[in-house]
């Protein structure tokens, strides 16, 4: 799959999960401790997240990682 693809399939699940949980971009970047454009940037799929933001984010949205990376 292209870099790319998988960065938008990823970036769509955390949107998904975090649409699901009621949370605003803001709001899961504070859980997350990283800055709310960095969330926007993820889920548009237009950052290379790395492994460390990626625990950040599934642990801020109580799920494990591999739930985010399911279907990539």
Do not use: D, P
Not at 45 to 64: D, M, P, Q, V
Request: glycine content about 6%.
């Amino acid at each position: 799959m292209e870099k790319r693809m998988i960065s938008v399939s990823f970036g769509n699940a955390v949107k998904k999960r975090r649409k699901a949980l009621a949370l605003s971009q803001e709001q899961l970047a504070e859980k997350a401790k990283l800055h709310r454009t960095y969330i926007g940037m993820i889920e548009r799929g237009e950052k290379n997240i790395t492994l460390t933001n990626i625990e950040k984010i599934a642990l801020a949205l109580g799920c494990a990682i591999s739930e985010l990376m399911e279907g990539l």
